[in-house]
């Protein structure tokens, strides 16, 4: 039997998953931006973030089928920049940078799912933009590992830690 992505250590996130655009869930909102480390503190340079969220309404619903295509090479050029989807998919650079422009979600957080190599398995989290009543329920030593860093008006920052000291809390929800 062949081995699969989750048996194997990839990375295999940058063929056809990222694609244009795919931080950009909405203009005229904020920026959330961080890096993805590993263990040791280092930069991750091929991890990849997937994000969940609600519209500001609250909403869970998003608009369907955003991308554009080249019509005469088919090529993706993006999202139309108009309907808001909920979500987004994003690389990280060769710093483990990454970058995500939204709106702020309805229900308090957006819902990340993180894939890099030496994971067989992805991990879930969460980023609040605000303190909110969930984070009262964990530990205090390691909720603020779920709170983002407002830096200024519309730019928070929020690092993803895989292991260590710092370490993100990550949800089990398999």
Not at 18 to 27: E, K, Q, V, Y
Not at 107 to 133: D, K, M, P, Q
Request: charged residues 20%.
């Amino acid at each position: 039997m062949n081995p699969t992505p989750s048996q194997t250590v990839g990375p295999f996130y940058g063929y056809a998953l990222p694609f244009p655009g795919g931080g950009d869930i909405a203009t005229g909102g904020i920026t959330v931006h961080g890096h993805v480390y590993d263990g040791a503190g280092d930069p991750v340079p091929d991890a990849l973030l997937e994000f969940w969220q609600a519209a500001p309404s609250g909403d869970l619903t998003g608009a369907p089928g955003t991308l554009r295509r080249d019509q005469a090479s088919g090529a993706l050029l993006g999202r139309n920049g108009v309907d808001f989807t909920g979500f987004g998919r994003v690389p990280t650079d060769a710093d483990g940078r990454w970058t995500l422009r939204t709106l702020v979600p309805g229900n308090g957080y957006i819902s990340v799912c993180v894939f890099a190599r030496g994971l067989l398995h992805h991990l879930y989290t969460r980023i609040y933009l605000a303190h909110e009543a969930f984070l009262d329920a964990l530990p205090s030593e390691r909720a603020h590992t779920l709170l983002a860093t407002p830096e200024r008006e519309g730019l928070y920052r929020f690092d993803v830690h895989l292991q260590g000291e710092k370490e993100t809390i990550f949800f089990d929800l398999g």
